[in-house]
C-alpha cells in the first residue's frame, strides 16, 4: 500500500464527511418509502415486547461485532495496543470506510492509525495486508458454499424484482474483483512475493498504468515486507485471525436477520443471511460514501421475497423501511462515533502539535 500523507488521511477523516452520506441514504430511503406508500402494511406494525427485544438483540450484535474487530486488531499486532486504543482504531478505521466509496476501501486509513498507535511499519503492513487476506478469503469461500447449500434460493425468485441483467453482471462482475484480488493476496504473501513485485511493476509499465508506477513499487516492497513477517507467526495467531474474522462478519449479517425477525416473519433465516453475501458484494463497486444510496436501492431487489404482498407484488415501500432501521443501526453510528472520538484521539497521538492540525 502507499504510505498516505497525514492531510490527506485527515481529510478522509473530517467530519464534514458525514453530510453527503447521510443525505444520500437517507434521501434513497424516504423516496422508496413515500414513492410506494402503502398505510395498511406500516398501520399493522406492532411494537411488542418481542419485537423490541430482537431490536435490543441487533444492537447488541452490533457492539458484539466491534468487540470482535477490537479482539482482532489486538490480537494481530501481538496485543500491542491496548483496549482503548483498539477502540479508537476499530472506530475510525470504520469511520472512514463509512465515510468514503467502497471503492476506494479503508487500508491506507488502517496504516495511518496503527502507525499513529506506534505500531511499526513492518507489523502494521503485514496486520493490515493479513486482515484484507482473510476478509475477502471468507467472503469468496462462503458464496459458494451458501450457494451449494441453499440452491438458487440464494438468489431472489419474485418475478417482480428479480435481479435484472446489470444487476446480475455487476454481481458477478464484483465477486470476479474480489477473487482475482484474493488469489493476487494469496500468491504474493504465501507463495511468491518477490514475483507479485515483479508482476505488478511490469504491469505498471503499460502506458495506462503508468501513472501507479511509483505506488506499484510501494505495494511490491509492502507485500515482501508483509509476507516475511506473517511467515514468523504461529498457529495461534492464525487461529485468532481466522476464528474472530467469522465471527466478525457473521455477526454482521446477523444483525439483519434480527431486525426483520422483530417486524416480519421470517422462515428461511439462512437465505436472508446468504442474500446479504450477494448486498456486499454489489455495494463493493458502489461510487458513494460507504455505499449509501446503493445499499438501500439494492435492499428491495436482492430480498424482495420477504416482502411479498397477498397479491404477489413486492412491498417496495416497507422493505425501503426496514432497510433504513437497518442501517441507523449498522451505518450511521460509525459516522457519528467517528465524529465524538476523533478530537480526542488526535490528541492523544499528536500531543502538542495538535494545534497545528486542521481537519474540513
Not at 501481538?78 to 477502540?87: A, V
Request: glycine share 8%; net charge positive; aromatic share 14%.
Amino acid at each position: 500500500m502507499t504510505t498516505p500523507s497525514a492531510s490527506n488521511i485527515l481529510k478522509s477523516l473530517s467530519p464534514t464527511r458525514i453530510i453527503l452520506p447521510i443525505l444520500i441514504g437517507l434521501g434513497v430511503v424516504s423516496y422508496l418509502v413515500i414513492k410506494d406508500f402503502d398505510s395498511e402494511t406500516f398501520s399493522s406494525i406492532e411494537w411488542t415486547t418481542s419485537s423490541l427485544g430482537w431490536i435490543f438483540m441487533a444492537l447488541v450484535m452490533m457492539v458484539a461485532r466491534h468487540l470482535a474487530m477490537m479482539y482482532r486488531i489486538r490480537r494481530l499486532t501481538d496485543n500491542q495496543l491496548g483496549w482503548w486504543q483498539s477502540f479508537d482504531v476499530i472506530a475510525l478505521w470504520e469511520f472512514g470506510s463509512a465515510a468514503t466509496p467502497s471503492t476506494v476501501g479503508g487500508t491506507a486509513i488502517a496504516f495511518f492509525l496503527l502507525t499513529k498507535e506506534k505500531i511499526n511499519a513492518g507489523e502494521t503492513i503485514s496486520t493490515v495486508m493479513f486482515i484484507v487476506f482473510l476478509d475477502s478469503t471468507f467472503f469468496i469461500l462462503t458464496v459458494p458454499l451458501l450457494w451449494i447449500i441453499l440452491g438458487n434460493n440464494l438468489f431472489p425468485t419474485c418475478e417482480a424484482l428479480a435481479l435484472s441483467y446489470g444487476l446480475s453482471a455487476s454481481l458477478f462482475l464484483g465477486y470476479l474483483l474480489m477473487l482475482t484480488y484474493t488469489v493476487g493476496i494469496f500468491y504474493g504473501l504465501f507463495i511468491n512475493p518477490r514475483s507479485f513485485k515483479w508482476l505488478i511493476i511490469k504491469i505498471a509499465r503499460f502506458p495506462l498504468f503508468n501513472r501507479w508506477r511509483k505506488d506499484a513499487l510501494q505495494t511490491g516492497n509492502d507485500m515482501m515486507t508483509a509476507a516475511e513477517g506473517i511467515k514468523q507467526k504461529g498457529k495461534n495467531y492464525w487461529l485468532a485471525g481466522i476464528f474472530s474474522t467469522i465471527a466478525i462478519w457473521s455477526i454482521r449479517f446477523l444483525i439483519l436477520n434480527f431486525v426483520l425477525t422483530a417486524l416480519i416473519p421470517v422462515a428461511e433465516q439462512l437465505v436472508l443471511f446468504g442474500r446479504q453475501f450477494l448486498m456486499y458484494v454489489l455495494m463493493l463497486l458502489a461510487p458513494t460514501p460507504g455505499g449509501s444510496g446503493v445499499a438501500e436501492g439494492i435492499y428491495p431487489n436482492i430480498l424482495c421475497d420477504f416482502f411479498l404482498k397477498t397479491d404477489g407484488s413486492v412491498n417496495k415501500s416497507f422493505a425501503a423501511f426496514t432497510s433504513g432501521i437497518w442501517r441507523l443501526i449498522t451505518y450511521y453510528p460509525y459516522l457519528i462515533l467517528g465524529v465524538l472520538i476523533l478530537p480526542a484521539w488526535l490528541r492523544r497521538v499528536f500531543g502538542p502539535n495538535t494545534k497545528d492540525i486542521e481537519v474540513k
